[in-house]
């Protein structure tokens, strides 16, 4: 059942001041991989430390470690656990629109969405006896300081490797939320000019599904790692992948006398979410890393991109032919997309920038 209520009252005559708010409970679409849990004959696999015997440098057929783990949603790994649920999401939204004059309108619109019942897989077959507790030393992001030095807990796995067995389940306390506002405004000229300023301010937080910032790492609608290892739910609160804090976005398109028109989209916003990670690499389950500050407390470079198209258009008998020139990140801005998430000399080191500028031109002919 996914019962919604919605009101709008235009509070001004011709619709100069409408208010309106709506209230939705929606039920999430459930994916067919998650039958894959309990499924004989779903993936499965036996973890093991990387050896290297003949210590050649390579490992061949054979050379395998010691057994450290299980993993898959297959049977006899994996289950469905009995107390999966449906995950829902609840709404609110709140706007009103306004127009000041026949050219300008104005948006403004709240919105709080939440989300329960996540599901998640859940190690059924460790306890916390199967794992021993210490603590390394990190030295935090300013390495000439002392301020931020702290001391992080690291789980040793001591369990056999065929203990691990998985349930996927609804864990109580396993949501997140979406809280934001958005402002627009809107320009109109007769049929020459249109302009569009947006704006949004919001915030989302919850667990991360795994470590890591990327969209199938740092996000709630996923299947992860939580609850598998508890180096995996060292610090998972806080900003997921689609948290961008502030963003602003100027679009608009020009007319001018002779066919000429131009379009332009200006965009900004805030930076991608991460946390640092510590690398402990002399683990018995192997080498393996933490959150060593609430998910999502850093963030990359801000990112701002101007794309424009002009256009003209030529008349050739009954036909009409259109010359082109395109631009792509007009400014050439070169901001870091992606940087070193990893505790020590490198940290914050860019390893991935924004695309540079890219001109096109084109022809379009329509007979």
Not at 15 to 39: C, K, N, S
Not at 81 to 99: I, K, M
Not at 235 to 250: H, K, S, V
Request: aromatic share 6%; glycine share 10%; charged share 25%.
């Amino acid at each position: 059942m996914t019962p919604c209520l919605s009101l709008r009252w235009a509070a001004l005559a011709r619709d100069r001041l409408v208010l309106w708010a709506a209230a939705t409970r929606r039920a999430h679409r459930l994916p067919l991989d998650w039958l894959q849990w309990g499924d004989a004959d779903a993936p499965r696999a036996e973890v093991h430390r990387w050896t290297d015997a003949d210590g050649d440098g390579v490992v061949e057929e054979g050379e395998i470690g010691p057994w450290v783990g299980r993993a898959g949603p297959g049977a006899p790994v994996g289950a469905l656990g009995p107390g999966l649920r449906r995950p829902r999401t609840d709404e609110l939204l709140v706007a009103f629109e306004t127009h000041l004059s026949h050219a300008l309108a104005v948006r403004f619109a709240g919105v709080d969405r939440r989300t329960s019942r996540r599901a998640e897989s859940v190690n059924t077959g460790l306890g916390p006896d199967a794992y021993t507790i210490r603590f390394v030393t990190d030295p935090g992001g300013d390495l000439a300081g002392s301020a931020d030095d702290q001391r992080l807990p690291v789980a040793e796995r001591q369990a056999p490797g065929e203990a691990d067995a998985f349930a996927l389940a609804s864990p109580e306390g396993l949501d997140a939320r979406y809280r934001g506002v958005d402002l627009t405004l809107d320009l109109r000229v007769r049929d020459r000019l249109r302009v569009r300023l947006a704006g949004t301010a919001h915030r989302v937080d919850g667990a991360a599904a795994s470590r890591g910032f990327r969209a199938v790492e740092n996000d709630p609608g996923l299947l992860g790692e939580l609850f598998d290892t508890p180096n995996g739910d060292t610090n998972t609160e806080g900003r997921l992948f689609f948290d961008r804090a502030y963003t602003i976005n100027l679009c608009g398109l020009l007319r001018a006398p002779g066919r000429l028109r131009l379009g332009w989209v200006a965009r900004y916003q805030d930076g991608q979410p991460f946390a640092r990670v510590v690398v402990v690499p002399d683990l018995p389950q192997g080498p393996d890393f933490v959150r060593a500050v609430p998910n999502g407390r850093h963030r990359f470079a801000y990112t701002l991109t101007v794309d424009a198209r002009l256009e003209k258009d030529l008349a050739i008998g009954r036909r009409r032919l259109a010359l082109r020139l395109e631009a792509f990140n007009l400014l050439q801005t070169r901001h870091e997309v992606e940087e070193d998430v990893v505790s020590g000399p490198a940290f914050r080191t860019p390893a991935l920038v924004q695309p540079p500028r890219v001109l096109r031109a084109g022809l379009r002919l329509e007979l």
